[in-house]
Structure formats: structure tokens, C-alpha cells
């Protein structure tokens, strides 16, 4: 598993490192001018694009002919695809906690003008480009086993539109039975809510891909 793992990250590392001096430059730019609708972009962009190139390494696996070799070496599949999940989950959590860090830095410099409603405006930022991004690989990794690296552009865009969709399809029926209003209590139930939908969604995922993986040939 570890040497899965370690697989993952060097295949990703690559692109990651253009994303991180993007991020670092954005980043600077938002401790710099405070602008509050970069704050909103980065939080929620931050998470997803590092997920989405977490998928495209897929891809490249399949160029480099690594995804049927690791089959004949003495691992299971299971292992490979859990070790897919552990990695997009790490990944996604990283980018969870660069939003976190820059939008704490961003208020200590700019004040707290950018939050509304307060901390759960805060809690939305940091977290929704996180449920976003674990979204986006719960729908991306079971119709990549069932399509093939071929159809990657086709799945990314699938998984985007269809990750944004589940969050506001949730959005507006929290929205339907608070009349508009949502109070901090019911706010703070919809947000746990989203978040089991989110952990059901990749947990399911995972059984699926798993499901799929096994008896797929090469």
C-alpha cells in the first residue's frame, strides 16, 4: 500500500507543483489586496483543481502502460484503488488547508469584513471547495474504471458539473424549507447533511470502482 501510495504522489507531484506556484501567487496577491471576491474564487477553487489533476494522472498512467503493469505485481486490486481513494482524500484535504491558512492570514491583515453571517460564512469557504473536490472524485473514479482512460476529458467535465450540481440541488432544499432564512442551527444541520451525503457519495464510490476494477480486463 505504502509503495501505491508513494506511486500516486509522484505521478502527481509533477502537475502539483505549477498548482502550488499558482495557488502561491494567488494567494500573495489576496494577503496583498484583501479582495474579497478572490477570497471566495481561491477558497473554492483551491480544493477541486487539485482533485481534477489527481484524476488526469489516471490518464497518464495509462499512456505510460503503469496501470496494467500494476496489476501483474503482487497486489490486489482492491489495494490499488484503495490506495487511489487514500490519495485523493489526502490531496484534498491539503487544499482544504491552504484556503484555511491564507483566509486566516487574509482577516488577521484585511479585519474580518468578509463574513456576513460570521464564522459559517468562514466554514463554507474552507469547506465547500473541500466537498466539492471530494464530490468531483466520487463521480470521476467509477466511470473512469467503467470508460477507460479515453474518455478522461468527457469524465472530468461530467464530474465538475455534476459535483456542483448535487451541492446546489442540496443548497436550494435547505433553502426551500427555511423560507430564505436559514438560522445558525439550521444551517449547522445542513451542513452536516451535505457533509454525510458527501461521505456517503465517495464511500459508495469506492465499492463501486472497486466493484468495477475487479472484473474489468486489460
Known amino acids: ?18 498548482v502550488i506556484v499558482v495557488v502561491m501567487i494567488l494567494g500573495i496577491v489576496l494577503l496583498i489586496t484583501g479582495e474579497a471576491t478572490l477570497l471566495s474564487v ?15 494522472c489516471l490518464r497518464k498512467e495509462s499512456a505510460s ?7 501483474t505485481l503482487p497486489i490486489s486490486r482492491k489495494d490499488i484503488i484503495e490506495s487511489q481513494y487514500i490519495s485523493h482524500t489526502i490531496w484534498s484535504i491539503a487544499g482544504v488547508a491552504v484556503v484555511a491558512v491564507f483566509m486566516a492570514f487574509t482577516v488577521i491583515i484585511h479585519g474580518d469584513q468578509y463574513f456576513y453571517y460570521g464564522f459559517r460564512d468562514a466554514i463554507t469557504l474552507v469547506l465547500g471547495g473541500g466537498i466539492l473536490a471530494i464530490l468531483i472524485g466520487a463521480i470521476s473514479y467509477p466511470l473512469y474504471y467503467l470508460w477507460g482512460a479515453e474518455k478522461t476529458e468527457v469524465i472530468l467535465v461530467i464530474s465538475v458539473i455534476g ?6 440541488a442540496l443548497t436550494m432544499l435547505v ?13 449547522y444541520i445542513s451542513l452536516v447533511i451535505v457533509t454525510a451525503v458527501t461521505i456517503i457519495a465517495y464511500v459508495s464510490s469506492y465499492f463501486i470502482s472497486k466493484c468495477i476494477f475487479q472484473k474489468r480486463e486489460y
Open 1 to 18: 500500500m505504502k509503495g501505491l501510495l508513494r506511486n500516486n504522489f509522484y505521478g502527481i507531484i509533477e502537475n502539483v507543483k505549477i
Open 42 to 56: 481561491f477558497s473554492l477553487m483551491a480544493p477541486p483543481i487539485i482533485a481534477i489533476l489527481m484524476i488526469s
Open 65 to 71: 502502460k503503469w496501470e496494467k503493469y500494476k496489476i
Open 163 to 168: 459535483s456542483i450540481g448535487i451541492v446546489f
Open 175 to 187: 433553502n426551500t424549507f427555511s423560507d430564505g432564512n436559514v438560522s445558525d442551527t439550521l444551517y
